[in-house]
């Protein structure tokens, strides 16, 4: 079946322009995941989704940082004002639920210049 | 303490030998563990699950987990140069309802 899909799959845009990135999960996934993850790094947590409601919003770097879900499905991350230092891999994962297997998506690539 | 910690790498094993790649996690009331194959410039894939202490094996790959030692492996047989990878550990944290990544450790099978 169809995975997570991802898009755009890259992203350039000038410093301090706004950013949307879009995550359509695997159909019937409750739980929807952002993640970070900067050339050469580890995974950064960034918020979690259990349906429509983000009951974690920890790991969002600042204010500039949002993100939806809608129907329980589609997620949008927006970024505000985007930075160099956002410049990295915006990789989302939808699973069953809670503290089930993560599937990922193939990740946008953003680069601010 | 990192919640879920791995030795970064990188881990140079010849083809053909046994890759052994470990983890070790802090909550120990984790019931299950994933682990993830990340090539270079690509997202993570999922590889095996494992949920109960002993081994489980899927082709080449077993995965080891010991909860009283808080310890997950996982071992490649015949190691292939299309193994090399970045290998990824996970735990779900219950008292905070998400899954943790471990940083990773970057394997290299030489021909």
């Known amino acids: 079946g169809a995975g997570v899909s991802q898009s755009p799959s890259n992203k350039v845009t000038e410093k301090g322009k706004d950013v949307e990135l879009r995550c359509d999960p695997i159909s019937g996934h409750t739980a929807l995941y952002w993640y970070r993850q900067r050339l050469g790094q580890g995974l950064e947590f960034l918020i979690y989704f259990q349906g429509n409601s983000a009951p974690d919003k920890s790991g969002l770097p600042s204010d500039r940082f949002s993100a939806e879900r809608t129907g329980e499905s589609v997620s949008t991350l927006t970024i505000q004002r985007t930075q160099q230092e956002d410049s990295a891999v915006y990789l989302c994962a939808s699973s069953l639920g809670d503290l089930r297997e993560q599937y990922f998506g193939p990740g946008t690539r953003l680069t601010v210049t | ?111």
């Open chain 2, 1 to 111: 303490q990192k919640e879920v910690e791995q030795n970064s790498g990188p881990l140079s094993v010849p083809e053909g030998a046994i890759a052994s790649l470990n983890c070790t996690y802090s909550d120990r009331g984790s019931q299950s563990f994933f682990w993830y194959r990340q090539y270079s410039g690509k997202s993570p894939e999922l590889i095996m699950s494992i949920y109960s202490n002993g081994d489980k094996e899927d082709g080449r790959f077993t995965a080891q987990l010991n909860k009283a030692s808080q310890y997950v492996s996982l071992l490649i047989r015949d190691s292939q140069p299309s193994d090399s990878a970045t290998y990824l550990c996970a735990a779900p944290y219950s008292s905070a309802s998400k899954i943790i990544f471990g940083s990773g450790t970057r394997l290299s099978i030489r021909p």
